[in-house]
Each structure stands twice: as C-alpha cells, then as structure tokens.
C-alpha cells in the first residue's frame, strides 16, 4: 500500500478537488494508498478558503498538520518569505516527523519548498504545461500558448528539486488545442494583439477559458494515474529522483516521463458514461 503525504495551502475548490478525487479514488479501490497526513502552511481561522480544505480533511479522517507561513513570518522579522523557507520547512518536517510517507503531493501548496524539504521526500509537483512547454504560473502558460499560437498543451507532474520547476519528469498528459471550439475562439482572436487581449478581456476571454477548462479537467486525473504508477512500480521515486522499474535512474529515454493521455482519456470517458 502506498503511503501518501499530502501538501497545500487548500485556497479554493481546486485544492478541495485534486484532495476529494484521490481520496475517492482510495475509497473505492481504484488506487492502493492511505493518505499518511495532510500539510498546510495555512491554520484554522486564517482564511475562508482553507477553513472549508480542512472540514474536508477531517471528513475524511486523515491527520491534518498546519503551520502558518504568515504568522511564522511574522514572528521571525517580516520581510519575504524566501528569508525564511528553510527555518519554516525545519519546523514542518519537526511536526511531521511521526508519518513515513513513500511519496509527497504538491496539490495546491504555494510556496516554494526549500532544499532540506526536497531532499528529505519525494514531492511530486503537478505543472499544468507539457515537459517542452512554457514554465511560470498558470496564467502565464496559457498566455504563452495564445501568444504563440500553440497546437498542444496539457499537463505533467515532475519532482520537487532545489531548482524550481526543472526536477525529473514523472507524467505527462497531451490536449490538442484545436479543433470544434477551440478553432471557434482562435478565430476570434485572428488580427487581434494578444497583449491587448489580455490588457482588455483577461481571463475571462473565450480561447483563454476554454484551454484553462480542458486542462483544468485532467490535472486531477494526470495525479491519480501517476501515483497509481507509483504504487504499481512502473516509476519509482526517491527526493529529487524518478527511477523505472527496475530501479535505474530515468535516463534521457524518459526525459518527458510515462505518457497517461490514453489512460487518462479513457478514464474521463468512462466516468462521463
């Protein structure tokens, strides 16, 4: 059985869902794990949002852990919470200490996890751009993809390193950008700056919203088949590394991990069935 730690600072519905999918997932055997503890830098009071994350969790029963990176911050000077990232993952890890997860998830958690953290788990980070795709923030992703007129995007999960954004590969999952409605939107926007598109409709704009809802549907999907890659053995991870089967390194061969989109598509089809 697969021993999960869990990691967000659970601001929106997002964080809820990526949490209720796996956890449902668990339930009704669709994956051999538990759910070792939950993590946030957030505590009880201090947000709507993450006060509605920790009912779920407590629904569930798992072990909620909370350390509040803004009172921490607070407490030790101010300033950016980059001059404290390794004080405040010190005291995370004193306060997780008890549980023996096989792997992390990122779900959610906003900060960014210092060294000793990386190199103390395996963290698993999902990114909502493919391995050869645009880095930054969601927003900027898909801003890029417009910008660059992009025929592809999708997602990938890769693991926490001290270099943000650049560890090993585990997954990825493909969606092509064009075609019915998409093609619908991208003519919408024939002629148009895509900096004044921005300046003027922001998210709200229809090519924007559309590539946001279709991948925004995977994501949760794309974390599941990986840990249940995990849990089977066709990946193993150690912090900072992704290894096959056997329990060699991920060579260049691997360098945009295991491909899930026919999994992951068949698995939407079937849950919208």
């Not at 619908?184 to 024939?190: N, Q, T, V």
Request: charged content about 25%.
């Amino acid at each position: 059985m697969l021993r999960i730690g869990w990691f967000s600072t659970g601001r929106g519905e997002g964080s809820r869902g990526l949490l209720r999918f796996v956890a449902d997932a668990i339930a009704s055997e669709k994956l051999d794990a538990r759910i070792e503890f939950v993590f946030s830098n957030r505590e009880p009071g201090e947000a709507e949002g993450s006060d509605e994350f920790f009912d779920l969790v407590r629904s569930y029963g798992f072990p909620l852990v909370t350390l509040s990176s803004s009172r921490y911050r607070r407490e030790h000077g101010g300033g950016p919470m980059s001059r404290h990232r390794d004080g405040f993952d010190q005291e995370a890890m004193a306060l997780l200490q008890p549980y023996q997860p096989d792997v992390c998830a990122l779900a959610g958690y906003m900060l960014i996890c210092s060294s000793e953290l990386c190199r103390t788990y395996p963290l698993l980070n999902l990114h909502g751009a493919l391995p050869d795709g645009p880095t930054g923030t969601w927003q900027s992703v898909i801003w890029e993809l417009i910008a660059s007129g992009a025929t592809r995007t999708g997602a990938m999960i890769h693991m926490a390193t001290e270099e943000v954004d650049r560890g090993p590969v585990l997954s990825h999952c493909e969606l092509p950008i064009t075609g019915g409605a998409f093609d619908d939107e991208h003519r919408k926007l024939a002629g148009r700056d895509t900096g004044a598109v921005r300046s003027e409709e922001g998210e709200e704009n229809g090519l924007f919203k559309l590539i946001r809802s279709e991948g925004y549907r995977r994501e949760p999907y794309l974390l599941l088949a990986t840990l249940g890659a995990v849990a089977d053995g066709r990946v193993r991870v150690r912090p900072g590394e992704a290894l096959d089967a056997n329990g060699e390194p991920w060579g260049d061969t691997h360098a945009a991990g295991l491909s899930l989109t026919d999994e992951i598509e068949t698995a939407i089809a079937s849950d919208r069935d």
